[in-house]
């Protein structure tokens, strides 16, 4: 079901560059944040009462934030930006919330890693420097994308035969070997891993595109649109609703989450 190559798109298509990118961006307000948020909380809880200071570590946008403030009243909250340009030190913490002191302190008894934090290539850095960072009896956790989520849209990529693909690579997700292979080097021990896969359904590809790019997997996109390279992303939507249309009229994809929660030896 390939595209003819150099296809021409439509740039009145309804799913255009512009409304793509000026969508509502709040990851609070999205179903599959707050379900990927609530999953790993909650197992954090159910694990750790009572913590003082908890340090959220993110790309794109926090996820977990506004549900901590919640089951976590009483803690002292932060968050931190992943950024390449920036040095990695406690000086690029900020502190969201304060009950017990202001300013940063130089360890922490919760640590979660966001799973836009997946998409850099700065993961064994991140590792060090969240064990740096952690309590001796501290708590690590971050829900990761295993290799069946967005498996639909990897292969609608395939789908189009056009050298400017290279542009934007599907992403290789780890599976949970992967992760355990990848992360044991640095002294991470498993207290929980778990795993969940659910089909999600939605009016139509823009919003599947739409949570992807809020995730990372789209890692240059907003560049190539500054460049008037948008055609791709149209001819991927309109192949995407294509082949992964439902009997009622909806397109689908697939999650596959990985829980992991651990600490450091």
């Known amino acids: 079901m390939k595209r003819k190559k150099g296809a021409d798109v439509n740039q009145e298509h309804e799913y255009g560059i512009s409304s793509f990118l000026s969508a509502p961006s709040s990851f609070q307000e999205n179903e599959i ?52 340009g920036i040095s990695w030190n406690t000086q690029t913490i900020v502190q969201i919330i304060s009950h017990h002191r202001d300013g940063v302190p130089e360890q922490f008894d919760i640590i979660i890693i966001a799973p836009n934090c997946q998409f850099g290539k700065e993961i064994p850095v991140l590792m060090d420097w969240t064990r740096s960072l952690l309590e001796k009896n501290g708590m690590v956790a971050s829900t990761f994308f295993g290799p069946n989520t967005f498996l639909e849209m990897k292969t609608c990529l395939n789908w189009i035969d ?29 207290d929980d891993v778990q795993e969940d896969q659910f089909r999600k359904t939605y009016h139509n590809s823009h919003a599947i595109f739409q949570i992807a790019a809020k995730f990372g997997y789209f890692q240059t996109m907003e560049e190539q649109v500054i460049n008037n390279k948008n055609h791709m992303l149209h001819s991927w939507m309109k192949a995407y609703e294509q082949g992964f249309r439902t009997k009622d009229g909806n397109v689908y994809t697939t999650y596959h989450l990985i829980d992991l929660i651990g600490h450091f030896l």
């Open 33 to 84: 944040c707050q379900k990927i948020a609530f999953r790993l909380v909650h197992k954090v809880k159910q694990r750790r009462q009572f913590a003082i200071s908890i340090l959220e570590i993110y790309v794109t946008q926090p996820i977990y934030t506004d549900l901590l403030k919640d089951i976590y009243p009483d803690s002292d909250l932060f968050l931190f930006k992943m950024d390449a």
């Open 162 to 190: 056009h050298s400017e693909n290279e542009e934007y690579p599907a992403v290789a997700f780890p599976s949970r070997n992967s992760w355990e292979k990848r992360l044991e080097p640095h002294g991470f021990y498993w």
